[in-house]
């Protein structure tokens, strides 16, 4: 029978954000040595003639029950209560450091495709140096009046070569712009345009306004 000292350990805490696999690895481990301790000081209770948690200790007369061994049967019934609270902790010790793990991936995730794309980008103009390395992949064809595009300085004729994270390199439909503007309602964007001949750096912040959509402008894709 294992001890009530045993019954408090719960096993490996990973500190915020820090959570590995190895620790998740581990905190497993620790919920199945529970669940193992859990079954052990059933089956003590089950071989004092099958009493469980909830079964009168005493007889019908008042007196303690002389059939069962009421000391094992007190230190089971306290150590499966102590276990399964340790079972809870460890199960949402799980739960935290998944939700760690998954989230850092994430943030994994969006920092390399960043550093890919800046490194696109970079690659692109130093490979070029004429007198036009970028390329645009789509046109502002009308602007409405006290629209978000046109506080930010867009006009029309402009030729877009950057959209936040949208560029020449992974431009495949307007669906691309679209997404880029509805997850960036209220945060300003950097859009490149060329201007005739010129480049220009605008930034443009997706927001509700009295006219249509988070722009207020139409974007046409140019014929490659």
């Keep these: 029978m294992m ?16 959570a590995t696999v190895s620790d998740i690895q581990e905190l497993i481990r620790r919920k199945e040595e529970i669940e193992a301790q859990i079954k052990a000081n059933y089956d003590v209770l089950e071989s004092q003639k099958g009493i469980g948690m909830n079964e009168p200790l005493v007889d019908c007369e008042g007196y303690p029950r002389s059939d069962v061994d009421l000391y094992q049967v007190r ?28 989230a850092r991936d994430k943030e994994k995730q969006a920092r390399d495709m960043a550093e890919a794309q800046e490194e696109a980008v970079n690659s692109g103009l130093g490979q070029s140096e004429g007198p036009s390395p970028l390329r645009a992949f789509a046109k502002v064809n009308s602007i409405g009046p006290g629209s978000p595009a046109s506080i930010a300085g867009l006009q029309v004729d402009d030729e877009i070569v950057e959209f936040g994270s949208v560029n020449t390199q992974n431009f ?9 503007v509805q997850h960036s309602e209220g945060k300003p964007l950097n859009v490149t345009v ?8 605008l930034r443009l912040v997706p927001t509700r306004w009295a006219g249509k959509g988070l722009l207020g402008c139409n974007i046409i894709p140019l014929q490659r």
């Design 172 to 180: 495949q439909s307007l669906q691309n712009i679209g997404s880029v």
């Design 194 to 201: 060329m201007r005739r001949g010129e480049k220009h750096q």
């Design 75 to 102: 230190t089971a019934r306290h150590n499966i209560i102590c276990l399964q609270n340790d079972h809870k902790a460890v199960m949402k010790q799980v739960e935290e450091a998944l939700h760690q793990l998954h």
């Design 3 to 18: 001890s009530e000292k045993a019954a408090g350990q719960s096993g490996v805490s990973p500190q915020a954000g820090g």
